[in-house]
């Protein structure tokens, strides 16, 4: 076990290797760099500013500097935050993203691991019907309409109460983060309460449950310690990137809940140019991914021996 | 002992034809079917499935017939029709085009007040409306204020209510002996309240006058010259309607509805449909094959998670030389197909691993399937359930990427229409004018439950061990 | 699977546990005026990118380095120049002297010298500092040879004759010196402070010195800021707000103006004035709105490089003739309080006595269709072309460029026949596009740098690194080193007034609108003050009435 962590492990730092050199080599390639701004400059300020950030030096040894940097774990000063370094914007964006991505995936399993194992049951009747209904309307309201208007009806809340129920916006103790976690896992929700129905109906039909019910196991027993568990496989793989992908935050929902999380330097960054936010939370949203998706195989194993078998050889 | 019926028997010369061949004697009574002439057969049964199909077929037709149908330019921009909820054909009066109106100035009043004037602001008398007032413009003039410097307008859709309530800021005058206002902006055939506050640059006056005007319904002549309107000044005539309303340059939203399907219906099926099954083959192989193959395939597929999207996206356009008012859909659905296949790879990779466990599949192996044989026949139909899942849910994500990228500008050009950037344009406005929202995001619904019950007819069709069970 | 699934749970109730006490300090007050504690609260569109004000160039810089720090002369709440750190100042030719009072003093309480305006003008024309907005300060002798390494920093234009006693040598006359005092980056800096901190001033509340009415006491990278009274103020006794606290930073309009709605901010729009979807909003409310030019004019840029269309000029007056800005600020852009735009001079501008505008009338551009397809006649035979190929309009998304690209398109279509290709770009590349020349049409903007014509006049310089059209004219480049040559306010304004009318004549630019901006505000605060240029909306004369 311990062998096939530590070569996970090792396989994972040259995949983050590949992700960081494709990163900047990409960026690189785009026209333009984080210095040109809106109001013009001689070239003289040009100049000054290049030598200041090492612009002025040939790509290819900023590529090695970068890479000799970052093996020290600095990512460097960001461009437009001008006097943050891109580390201390990880550091304290990353537990606000992480904290409202935790309980958004804890919303978003529960919800869908309940309403999949519902629509398999009731298959084709009401209580499916009208899951079905709701999980289309959660995948096709975009979550910038969804944001919006939660927080709309928040403020109406407030309103007619007269006094101040919910935050509108804003980032404290739980009762900033209630809504802005639902908004967030409402589409893993619906997406794993579709891939939970789907693979619920797929092993009602088989052998195994087959035999079970021959065997004149209750139906409960059944559900409980056969049917569920093998339903679930399919929902902790995609858990593994949603883990990284919701926990490093997304942009819409900290827009507009005012949220000082990591979401909006993915976006911004790209858009800005900031050549060392890019870098940076590239690699560190890498070294997530490759950590969780190692994680979700290891817990993958202990939920179904079968392959735990196959990992270890 | 009896042998009587033997030795009745005698041989007729026709107990010594040989047999005709009987190809069928044990034959099944009904045909064989393939896997997939059974799933389709399956399908046919399945109501939702067929609701959905005929769904697509309604929106495939509202794309390519509707336009031939409703052959409104959904490019034209009708400027006095901006915004406007759904309606039908209205009646306007045509007046002339409005030209430059020099105001009012009173000449024999001091421009800036004097500095010694220490008296307080006294409130606007005498509101006049010049003209007629017509949703073309509303011109005003009234008597100076004693110390003013300039003159703050207001507009209100209601009766102010308190000093607090005076509507819309429309302006300001530059100086204390202008007392002339021409209002322009985006005006209704409705009732308006006009207020002017005397100010002297700092502190406004406590009173002030309201107004009302009523305005009629009006275009100009040169408005109805561009649309070959070939009536007299002061003639009325009726403007089309309008069964989605217009949007923010006042374009007919039902043709930019259709219009737009094309670009949204073109990325959300073709882009989805191709990388899930990229993914699926990707995923199935890598599940399949196990060991370390299974490891390095698993590897790139992180990888390729990992790259930020949108530098990537950008990348695309800009290598393939997108050139102003080009669309740029191809290196889109490029970038979209190259980046987004990971996801479906690692859920059918996860069902495989499962199935190729299975015993029906060690059997064919015994039998000597070939890997591709295994996969094509067993491993993917087996693995159907979570592929479809995926693929319903790619077609929405690839809209709303194509709508996110049309919101920092990286979408399809302008004026072109697609859904995704006119629900960007109508979150704007969300709330004062929610049609330019509401069409965009109803079809993107119905094309995602559309897939939705399609995916699920599918999975019931496509899953072999429900064959026979029905 | 029972067990798994507890595991699972627990471990999320755990992570969820630990992490909701490293959740953020609540510093959220109750309500967005108290006029018991004298404190305001705001939000903010984005975090304050660079607080160390030498090097500053955006807005929310510029806002929060007004209410935190000082220069010789500031604004006061009548928007007029007034006394600061100085307490007088005489202005001969090109000398400027400079008398310092002798009680301000730096928030750790040592007093304010000439030495550190010393200290700080040559640390922001030091190659090394690498300050963008430099330029600015080129008007101060050898401020542009030392900043492009030609000339010692010793040798900059500026001496502390005394400790409250400053003299400044500058290049040649230059008439609105006094009001470049009032911006960022003529302020102070202390040698010794700066010094200290290792590269990092300005990164944080305690890589920080304040000279002016308030101290940031608190700040949480992009979450929230909190300024208080400077209690070391020289004039803190007429300030009369005790705190202003940002709790909210987020580039959300929509979002911003519902946290106002519930009454959790005291101002709304005063840096990103509220769109025409929240100006509805605003109306349902009965709210009162007010509205205040932010100073910016937008104007269309023409390429005036050769091998462009928009080169020829009669080109040019064809579209001039048969654009109406009246139509695209009113019923286009629907805005209300936006000013079509007539003139690269914009309204509130003041000229000798009155308003410049006032004082040179614009000549007006008559409507003229007709006149316009005699116009594009004579460019077609001019570049002698059979058809005119499509020109392309370069925008990014932001703003109000996809609509006014796409009200270009439409009428010139239907009344020249042109064909315009909208180029949509992202920010940075259509910024990129721009430098380098790849357009015909450009949407572009111009925020003022100081209270006076010539920051508008000095664009089309064909020196100029902001003549994005690369316009030059013999003509006009010497209006501009007239104006440049002379503190005579009527020789000036003369030759802008020409400047001007060439504008027009020459169609360098077709001006668009003029940007205001509509805010709201709690009806308990008053004497907010509005700038055209700087860290504009300034809270520092703010009063707080008691309930109405």
Redesign the interface.
């Known amino acids: 076990m311990l062998v096939y962590i530590l070569k996970r492990l090792g396989t994972g730092v040259i995949t983050i290797w590949f992700i960081a050199t494709a990163t900047f080599t990409g960026m690189h390639m ?3 760099d ?1 210095l ?7 070239d ?2 040009r100049e ?2 290049e ?2 950030y090492g612009l002025d030096k040939p790509v290819i040894e900023q590529y090695f500097l970068y890479m000799g940097n970052m093996l020290q774990g600095d990512f460097g000063l960001s461009f ?5 370094r891109v580390n ?2 990880i550091r ?2 990353f ?2 993203s ?2 409202l991505g ?2 958004s ?2 919303f978003a ?1 529960m919800g869908g691991i309940l309403w999949g194992a519902l629509t398999a049951i009731y298959r084709n009747r009401l209580p499916d019907i009208i899951i079905m209904f709701l999980v289309v309307l959660g995948i096709s309201v975009p979550s910038f309409v969804l944001a ?1 208007l939660s ?2 009806l928040i ?1 109406n809340l ?2 007619t109460m007269g006094r ?1 129920i919910l ?8 009762e900033y ?1 209630l809504i802005p976690s639902l908004v967030l896992g409402l589409s893993t929700m619906a997406y794993l309460t579709r891939l939970m129905r789907s693979s619920m109906l797929e092993i009602a039909n088989s052998d195994f449950i087959r035999t079970a019910k021959s065997k004149g196991l209750s139906t409960q027993r059944i559900f ?2 056969h049917q ?2 093998n339903a ?1 496989l399919p929902v902790i793989t995609v858990l593994g990137p949603s883990i990284a992908i919701i926990t490093t935050g997304s942009f819409v929902v ?5 949220i ?1 999380g990591l979401g ?1 330097y993915f976006v911004q960054a790209v ?3 900031d050549y060392t936010v890019i870098m940076g939370t590239t690699v560190f949203f890498g070294s997530f991914l490759v950590l969780m998706v190692i994680l979700v195989d290891i ?1 993958y194993g ?2 179904d021996p079968r392959i735990r078998v196959q990992a270890a050889k | 002992m009896q042998d009587s019926s033997l030795s009745s028997y005698s041989p007729k010369p026709a107990d010594f034809i040989p047999l005709t061949k009987q190809l069928d004697k044990h034959g099944i009574s009904r045909p064989s079917l393939s896997y997939w002439q059974d799933a389709w057969i399956r399908l046919k049964k399945n109501k939702r499935a067929i609701s959905s199909l005929y769904l697509i077929i309604g929106l495939l037709a509202f794309t390519l017939i509707g336009p031939l149908l409703w052959s409104i330019n959904p ?3 009708d ?2 029709a ?1 915004s406007q909820g759904p309606s039908f054909s209205k009646q306007a009066l045509i007046v002339e085009t409005p030209a ?1 109106w020099g105001g009012v100035t009173i000449d024999n009043f001091p ?2 007040p004097s500095p010694n004037f220490s008296g307080l602001l006294s409130s606007t008398e005498q509101i006049e409306i010049v003209g007629q007032a017509t949703t073309q413009y509303v011109r005003l003039s009234w008597q100076p204020v004693e110390g003013a410097s300039a003159y703050l307008i ?4 209601h009766i102010p ?11 300001q005058t ?2 204390g002996n202008q007392v002339s206002f021409e209002d ?3 005006l209704n055939a409705q009732a308006y309240y006009y207020t002017i506050i005397a100010t002297d ?2 502190n406004e006056a406590s009173t002030f006058t309201t107004q009302q005007v009523d305005l009629t319904l009006a275009i100009s002549a040169r408005q109805a010259d ?1 649309r070959n309107i070939d009536v007299e000044v002061g003639a009325t005539v009726s403007l089309p309607g309008h069964p989605f309303g217009t949007d ?2 006042g374009r007919d939203m039902l043709a930019r509805t259709m219009y737009g399907a094309r670009v949204s219906l073109f990325i959300g099926i073709i882009a989805p449909f191709i990388f899930v099954l990229f993914g699926t083959l990707y995923g199935g192989l890598a599940g399949y094959l196990g060991g370390s193959m299974d490891n390095y395939m698993m590897r790139v597929a992180d990888f390729v998670i990992a790259l930020p999207f949108l530098l990537f996206m ?1 990348l695309f356009k ?1 290598s393939f030389g997108i ?4 669309n740029g859909i191809i290196p889109m659905m490029l970038a979209l197909i190259l980046l987004a296949w990971p996801g479906t790879a690692r859920v059918v990779r996860g069902q495989v691993l499962l199935i190729r466990e299975a015993d029906y599949i060690q059997a064919a192996r015994l039998l000597g399937a070939n890997t591709f044989y295994l996969l094509y026949r067993h491993i993917i139909p087996n693995a159907m359930g979570p592929i479809l899942v995926t693929l319903t849910f790619a077609v929405p994500m690839a809209i709303f990427t194509e709508a996110f990228l ?6 399809v ?3 072109t229409a697609s859904w995704g950037s006119m629900s960007n344009q109508g979150i ?5 004018s929610p049609h330019e929202l509401f069409f965009p995001a109803l079809f993107i619904s119905i094309t995602v439950l559309a897939f939705n019950l399609l995916g699920d007819g599918l999975r019931d069709a496509l899953d072999t061990r429900m064959r026979g069970n029905e | ?2 067990m ?1 699934n507890r595991i ?1 749970v627990f471990l ?1 109730s755990t ?2 546990f630990l ?2 006490f ?5 510093v ?1 007050e ?1 309500s967005g005026v108290n006029p018991e504690t004298k404190t305001i609260q705001l ?1 903010l569109d984005q ?1 304050p ?4 004000y030498m ?1 500053a ?1 955006d807005a929310v810089s510029f806002f929060i380095t007004e209410h935190l720090q000082e220069g010789l002369i500031r604004k006061n709440a ?1 928007n007029q120049l007034s006394p600061a750190v100085a307490l007088r100042w005489e202005m001969t030719g090109t000398s400027v002297t400079f008398w310092l009072r002798e009680n301000a003093r730096w928030s750790d309480g040592e007093i304010i010298t000439a030495h550190d305006f010393v200290y700080a003008w040559r640390r922001v024309v030091n ?9 600015i300060m080129y008007s101060i002798k050898n401020a542009e040879a030392i ?3 030609q000339a010692p920093l010793e040798s900059l234009g500026v001496r502390a004759l005394d400790d409250f006693t400053l003299q400044v040598e500058l290049e040649s006359p230059t008439g609105y010196f006094l009001e470049l005092m009032a911006f960022l980056l003529f302020y102070p800096a202390r040698e010794d402070f700066t010094e200290a901190q290792d590269g ?1 001033f ?3 509340v305690e890589n920080m010195l304040f000279s002016g009415p308030f101290i940031l006491t608190e700040w ?5 800021l909190r300024m208080e009274k400077n209690p070391m103020y020289w004039n803190k006794d007429s300030i009369e707000i005790n705190a202003i606290n940002i ?6 309009g ?3 103006f ?2 106002y ?2 009454g ?1 901010t005291a101002l709304e729009g005063g840096l990103v004035g509220l ?3 929240e ?3 605003a ?1 349902n409310e ?6 205040v030019s932010d100073g910016s004019v937008f104007y269309l840029g023409f390429n005036h490089s050769d091998g462009h269309i928009t080169a020829n000029k009669n080109f040019r007056k064809a579209i001039q003739a048969t654009f109406d800005s ?2 695209l600020v ?3 852009l ?1 805005i ?2 936006y ?1 079509p735009g007539k003139s690269l001079f914009p ?1 509130y501008m003041n000229g000798v006595e ?2 410049f ?2 004082e040179y009338i614009v000549p ?1 551009v008559e409507l003229n269709l007709e006149r316009a397809r005699e116009y594009l006649e004579l460019a077609r035979q001019e570049l002698g072309l059979e058809t005119f190929p ?1 020109i ?7 703003s109000t460029g ?2 006014v ?3 270009f ?2 009428f010139l279509k ?1 009344n020249l026949g042109l064909d ?14 721009t ?1 380098v020349g790849d357009f015909d049409l450009v949407l572009a903007g111009w925020s003022p740098d100081y209270e006076d014509p010539f920051t508008f006049g000095e664009l089309f310089a064909s020196w ?5 059209g690369f316009y030059k004219s013999d003509e006009y480049d010497s209006l501009v080193r007239l104006v440049q040559s002379t503190s005579n306010q009527q020789i000036r304004m003369d030759a802008m007034g020409e400047m001007q009318d060439l504008i027009i004549e020459d169609v360098v630019i077709l001006p668009l609108y003029e940007r ?1 901006i ?1 805010y709201v505000q709690d ?1 308990r605060l008053s004497g907010v003050l509005f700038t055209v240029t700087g860290g504009s909306p300034i809270f520092t004369y703010a009063r707080i009435q008691e309930e109405q």
């Not at chain 2, 207001?154 to 859709?157: F, K, L």
């Not at chain 3, 190659?127 to 430099?134: D, L, N």
């Open positions: 785009v026209p333009g984080p040109t701004t809106e109001r013009g400059m001689t003289n300020i000054n500013l030598r200041q437009t935050e001008e006097n943050r201390d914007i304290e964006s537990p606000v992480a904290t935790v309980l995936l804890f399993t919006g927080q709309f403020l407030n309103q101040s935050p509108v916006a804003g980032w404290g103790g739980f983060m409980i310690s569920l568990r679930i900290e827009i507009v809940f005012a000082p909006r858009a800005q140019l817990i202990f939920i | 490019n034209l921009q400027l006095d901006i430059n421009s800036q207001y507009r209100n859709d209510e308190s000093p607090e309530d005076l509507g819309l800021p429309l302006g530059l100086a322009r902006l985006q640059g700092f561009l923010y340059l950008i800009v050139g102003p008012g080009e049309s919101f920092i500008g990286m979408g050009a302008p004026p704007r406005n969300m709330l004062s | 699977m029972l798994t699972l999320a992570l969820l992490l909701s490293s959740a953020y300090p609540q959220t109750v939000a975090e990118p660079q607080l160390d090097k160039t009548r190659p090394a500092t690498a300050s963008q907005y430099v330029s900043n492009n390494g990092r300005g990164a944080d949480v990278h992009g979450a929230s709790p909210y930073i987020t580039q959300d929509a979002a911003r519902n946290v709605k519930d959790k769109t025409a979807e100006l509805e909003g109306l009965r709210y009162r709105l007010r509205s009246v139509e009113n019923k286009v629907g209300a309080s000013v309204i009155n308003k505008r006032q007006e499509p392309s309009f370069l925008i990014d998304e932001g996809p609509i690209s796409q009200y398109q439409s239907q315009i290709l909208i180029d949509v770009q992202t920010f940075k590349l259509r910024l990129q596009k430098d100029n690194v902001n003549n994005d205001y509509t009806p």
